[in-house]
């Protein structure tokens, strides 16, 4: 089985969303700049690293990444049976599985971005990542400093990131070192986040919860908090104002999929840290991270190869290793082009119909193998149209 995993602040880098501009999965970049005012093309484009590196923009420009990845494998019809994000991959996680509205959580996750910056300036503090200790002993490291220090990521075996203020972190990490960590390596980081330093941040973002609709989601989603998966929508306002102060159990997570029967970790963001830390925690899992399109061509090739040879058909996110969906290009009324095309092969460009006035075309050469909407129905921007089957 499938899960989608999603990154949190610090998987950024300059120029991140260059790959993805001229897909149609951008337009998530598009509208999110309308509801927030601000151009985060520019940021996912142009901003160098210390401006990514601030909280505010360090959030949304990361959850934007995400969700043009999320957006652009539903596109090929890749799905998921779980998801799960690390910190701010949360509210991706949330997002993709249908509990979030995209607009609500482009809504919080820049509250959230702007809350946590405006308490780590406020309260001085810093991380730093303690590796090759087992978790309780780092966890004794921090009690055996009178200082504010606490554990925040629970990240992999072998990798705790603890945080706190500057001289906990330092007496923690010597400690550390003393009873035979490898190493502790300070954090690029301005706050000491799931810490009780970001309560201020947590009443914040308590008010802005409080004002989104939560729904049901339509596969688990894993919480940070208690590493379990959650299918109830009144679970998450609670969840997401707790994971503020609490640390994140990303290992315990991992464990919990491993014993779910999930498999295959697809991470759905920038960079490779989540791909590292399953890799270190679950040696026998496969693992495979989406940064740009031709990564999405990498992941379908994986999922061929678990094809059965014996005819059998394939169900869930399986089904999709030789199959693609043409979907809505935006809100509207669906008009076919008149003719059943259902059997027929077509070619990449092919003209299906139109949704108001905008052309549906393929991206795909394939066999038609039917239509996912009908003649005048009302149809959403990214809702399937067509599902067609590729030939090599």
Same mark, same amino acid.
């Given at each position: 089985?499938?899960?989608?995993?999603?990154?949190?602040?610090?998987?950024?880098?300059?120029?991140?969303?260059?790959?993805?501009?001229?897909?149609?999965?951008?337009?998530?970049?598009?509208?999110?700049?309308?509801?927030?005012?601000?151009?985060?093309?520019?940021?996912?484009?142009?901003?160098?690293?210390?401006?990514?590196?601030?909280?505010?923009?360090?959030?949304?420009?990361?959850?934007?990444?995400?969700?043009?990845?999320?957006?652009?494998?539903?596109?090929?019809?890749?799905?998921?049976?779980?998801?799960?994000?690390?910190?701010?991959?949360?509210?991706?996680?949330?997002?993709?599985?249908?509990?979030?509205?995209?607009?609500?959580?482009?809504?919080?996750?820049? @509250?959230?971005?702007?809350?946590?910056?405006?308490?780590?300036?406020?309260?001085?503090?810093?991380?730093?990542?303690?590796?090759?200790?087992?978790?309780?002993?780092?966890?004794?490291?921090?009690?055996?400093?009178?200082?504010?220090?606490?554990?925040?990521?629970?990240?992999?075996?072998?990798?705790?990131?603890?945080?706190?203020?500057?001289?906990?972190?330092?007496?923690?990490?010597?400690?550390?070192?003393?009873?035979?960590?490898?190493?502790?390596?300070?954090?690029?980081?301005?706050?000491?986040?799931?810490?009780?330093?970001?309560?201020?941040?947590?009443?914040?973002?308590?008010?802005?919860?409080?004002?989104?609709?939560?729904?049901?989601?339509?596969?688990?989603?894993?919480?940070?908090?208690?590493?379990?998966?959650?299918? @109830?929508?009144?679970?998450?306002?609670?969840?997401?104002?707790?994971?503020?102060?609490?640390?994140?159990?990303?290992?315990?997570?991992?464990?919990?999929?491993?014993?779910?029967?999930?498999?295959?970790?697809?991470?759905?963001?920038?960079?490779?840290?989540?791909?590292?830390?399953?890799?270190?925690?679950?040696?026998?899992? @496969?693992?495979?991270?989406?940064?740009?399109?031709?990564?999405?061509?990498?992941?379908?090739?994986?999922?061929?190869?678990?094809?059965?040879?014996?005819?059998?058909?394939?169900?869930?996110?399986?089904?999709?290793?030789?199959?693609?969906?043409?979907?809505?290009?935006?809100?509207?009324?669906?008009?076919?082009?008149?003719?059943?095309?259902?059997?027929?092969?077509?070619?990449?460009?092919?003209?299906?119909?139109?949704?108001?006035?905008?052309?549906?075309?393929?991206?795909?050469?394939? @066999?038609?193998?039917?239509?996912?909407?009908?003649?005048?129905?009302?149809?959403?921007?990214?809702?399937?149209?067509?599902?067609?089957?590729?030939?090599?």
């Amino acid at each position: 089985m499938i899960v989608f995993t999603y990154p949190g602040q610090g998987s950024q880098k300059m120029g991140m969303g260059e790959k993805w501009l001229n897909h149609p999965s951008w337009e998530l970049v598009l509208e999110a700049s309308s509801i927030t005012d601000r151009d985060l093309s520019a940021l996912l484009l142009n901003a160098d690293d210390d401006e990514l590196k601030q909280t505010k923009n360090a959030q949304i420009a990361t959850f934007l990444i995400s969700m043009v990845i999320f957006d652009s494998l539903q596109r090929v019809g890749v799905e998921a049976a779980a998801h799960a994000g690390h910190s701010l991959g949360e509210y991706s996680a949330l997002t993709a599985a249908g509990s979030l509205d995209f607009e609500d959580a482009v809504k919080l996750v820049t @509250e959230r971005g702007e809350a946590m910056q405006v308490c780590a300036e406020s309260q001085e503090g810093t991380m730093a990542a303690i590796l090759g200790l087992d978790d309780d002993l780092v966890e004794s490291a921090c009690h055996r400093v009178d200082d504010d220090i606490w554990v925040a990521n629970y990240n992999a075996p072998g990798q705790v990131v603890i945080a706190g203020s500057p001289s906990g972190i330092e007496a923690a990490s010597d400690i550390a070192k003393e009873i035979g960590a490898k190493r502790a390596m300070r954090l690029p980081v301005s706050g000491a986040f799931h810490t009780p330093y970001m309560e201020p941040a947590r009443d914040r973002l308590r008010e802005a919860i409080e004002s989104v609709e939560f729904r049901a989601p339509d596969h688990p989603v894993y919480a940070n908090v208690d590493a379990i998966g959650h299918e @109830e929508s009144s679970d998450w306002p609670a969840l997401l104002s707790s994971q503020l102060t609490s640390p994140v159990r990303w290992r315990q997570t991992l464990h919990q999929l491993d014993s779910a029967g999930f498999t295959t970790f697809v991470e759905v963001g920038p960079g490779a840290v989540l791909t590292g830390m399953a890799k270190r925690t679950l040696k026998d899992s @496969e693992r495979i991270s989406i940064s740009s399109p031709d990564d999405i061509d990498m992941l379908l090739e994986m999922i061929s190869g678990k094809q059965p040879s014996s005819g059998e058909s394939l169900e869930g996110e399986h089904l999709f290793a030789t199959e693609r969906l043409v979907v809505s290009p935006c809100a509207g009324i669906f008009v076919p082009t008149g003719e059943d095309l259902t059997g027929q092969f077509i070619h990449a460009g092919f003209l299906l119909g139109h949704v108001n006035e905008t052309e549906v075309r393929s991206a795909f050469a394939g @066999e038609i193998q039917g239509f996912l909407a009908v003649d005048g129905e009302r149809v959403t921007s990214s809702q399937p149209i067509a599902w067609l089957r590729v030939t090599k």
